[in-house]
């Protein structure tokens, strides 16, 4: 008796998204409502470490849903997979995909920012990359306008210098382009270095 009851869900299920690709909305209405909670749950699976990048509960909430669409669009009852199961795979893969992105995109922002405790350099900075991904944008201009605050307190000369080396031009360029002692370049990060980090 299970079985049949079992079977006449997964039935159910065919249905609804024979319906669904046939552009019923009520039958997408339908199909939704029953795996709101499904939904929900593999977004839970995945909300501590979004949070830890920074990422919206909608965001998820948004891939969780286009996992889900791709569910029923890609369906095929004759692989003998229920469609639930189906469902939590390629919503868990969806969000799971989104995390990685994010998670890579931040380890490589921060991986190509310069140390406050580096002796060459004087300040954490993004470098500008020509990638075009929105999140990585988002937070570069973050960081650029951190920078920008704290470099407020530097003189002329040192902001200038500063920039040169954020640009990537190593001292003895910065030297000969400002007609500067290298060792006063050096000096000068160092000292602007000091003034940063007493913010």
Do not use: W
């Amino acid at each position: 008796m299970e079985l049949k009851t079992s079977t006449s869900y997964d039935n159910i299920d065919s249905e609804l998204v024979y319906m669904v690709k046939e552009n019923s909305e009520d039958a997408k209405d339908e199909l939704y409502k029953k795996y709101s909670a499904l939904i929900h749950k593999e977004i839970n699976r995945f909300k501590a470490k979004a949070i830890s990048l920074g990422i919206e509960y909608s965001d998820l909430m948004q891939e969780a849903l286009l996992g889900f669409m791709s569910a029923v669009n890609t369906y095929d009852e004759t692989n003998d997979v229920k469609f639930i199961t189906y469902a939590t795979m390629c919503i868990r893969r969806k969000l799971l995909n989104y995390i990685e992105k994010n998670a890579s995109i931040k380890n490589q922002t921060m991986n190509n920012a310069l140390s406050l405790d580096d002796e060459n350099t004087s300040l954490r900075f993004i470098k500008d990359s020509n990638e075009k991904e929105p999140l990585n944008s988002v937070i570069y201009n973050e960081l650029i306008n951190e920078i920008n605050e704290k470099i407020a307190v530097l003189n002329e000369k040192e902001r200038t210098i500063l920039e040169y080396a954020i640009s990537g031009l190593k001292a003895e360029e910065i030297a000969e382009k400002m007609n500067l002692p290298v060792k006063q370049v050096y000096n000068t990060l160092y000292r602007a270095r000091k003034k940063i980090k007493s913010e």
